[in-house]
């Protein structure tokens, strides 16, 4: 496993620490509350274990948080531009998505896509 990807999972687990400090939970009542030991708990916050997809959704859901919570303020070690691997797409366009998703309002939403649209035409 490379070095970015332990970065990102110690990341992932610090921001599950935070969010569960924050709730005054301890690591044994979300171990319970997922159906797993406190021990796992621990090896997630430490990035010392892989979360899965899977089981990153539900600990947002049980911590009551997006599952973007857990990437905010990841230290962006790409270059700007650069294609991610196996035709991922650029660092930019993913942070885009996800301030994207963030905005609650539907109006906002949906003028922000329609001005989106407007550049792309007139640059075509």
Same mark, same amino acid.
């Given at each position: ?5 332990? *970065? ?18 301890? #690591?044994? #009542? ?48 790409? #270059? ?9 797409? #650029? !660092? ?16 906002? *939403? ?11 035409? !007139?640059?075509?």
């Amino acid at each position: 496993m490379g070095g970015r990807t332990k *970065r990102i999972d110690k990341h992932v687990g610090e921001r599950i620490r935070l969010r569960r400090t924050e709730l005054g939970l301890t #690591q044994e #009542q979300l171990a319970e509350a997922l159906g797993v030991s406190y021990q796992q708990i621990q090896k997630y916050e430490t990035g010392a274990n892989r979360i899965s997809a899977g089981r990153i959704l539900e600990i947002a859901r049980k911590l009551s948080v997006d599952v973007g919570f857990f990437f905010e303020d990841l230290p962006d070690d790409s #270059q700007p531009g650069q294609v991610l691997e196996h035709g991922g797409r #650029q !660092r930019s366009a993913i942070e885009l998505v996800r301030k994207f998703a963030q905005i609650k309002d539907p109006e906002v *939403r949906a003028a922000i896509a329609g001005l989106v649209k407007t550049i792309v035409e !007139r640059a075509d």
